[in-house]
Each structure stands twice: as C-alpha cells, then as structure tokens.
C-alpha cells in the first residue's frame, strides 16, 4: 500500500501538485525503502547460504516472463485503459 501511495504523490507532483511538503508523502517513502532494503538483506542471505545461483537465475527469469505475460494480457483485455493515449491517437487519425 506504500508503494502505492508513494507512486500517487509522485504522479501528483509530476502533474504539479506538489506532495513532497507532506509528512505523509515522506513516512510512505521510509516505509518503501526499508521494506526494500530488508527484503535485500534477505535474499543476500539466501544467495550465500544456498549456493544455488542457477536456480535463483531461472526463478528470475520466470518472474520476468511472467509479468511480461501480464502486461501483454492486461493490454489485450482493454488497450484503450491500458494506454489512455491511444484513443487519441486513432481519433487523428
């Protein structure tokens, strides 16, 4: 939820609504980054306990695959949410 959170307030400050005077906009940022940082320490400490680098590579790569498969999905579901621009643009054309 942070990192939603966070990803709205940095939307809205891109958008020129500044969140960064916030508390809140800066309470979510610490609890993204320490959530990330912890889940660092834990992999570091999986990656030298197990000694099994080819099984983390294919893992990764499946992962990769697989949200590359649901972003393909969700865009063949409704592209015109999907790419908001993109109703726009076919109706220049």
Known sequence: MSVK???IALKLTFEGTNQLVYP?????????????????????????SIQMQPVLGL????????????????????PVTFRPNLSKEIQKL
Not at 37 to 45: D, R, S, V
Not at 59 to 70: D, G, I, M, S, T
């Open 59 to 78: 893992e990764l790569c499946a992962k990769v695959a697989c949200y590359q498969l649901r972003v393909e999905v969700l865009f063949l579901k409704d």
């Open 24 to 48: 809140e906009t800066w309470a979510f940022a610490i609890v993204v980054i320490s959530c990330v940082m912890m889940q660092i320490t834990y992999l570091n400490k999986v990656n030298f």
């Open 5 to 7: 959170a966070l990803g």
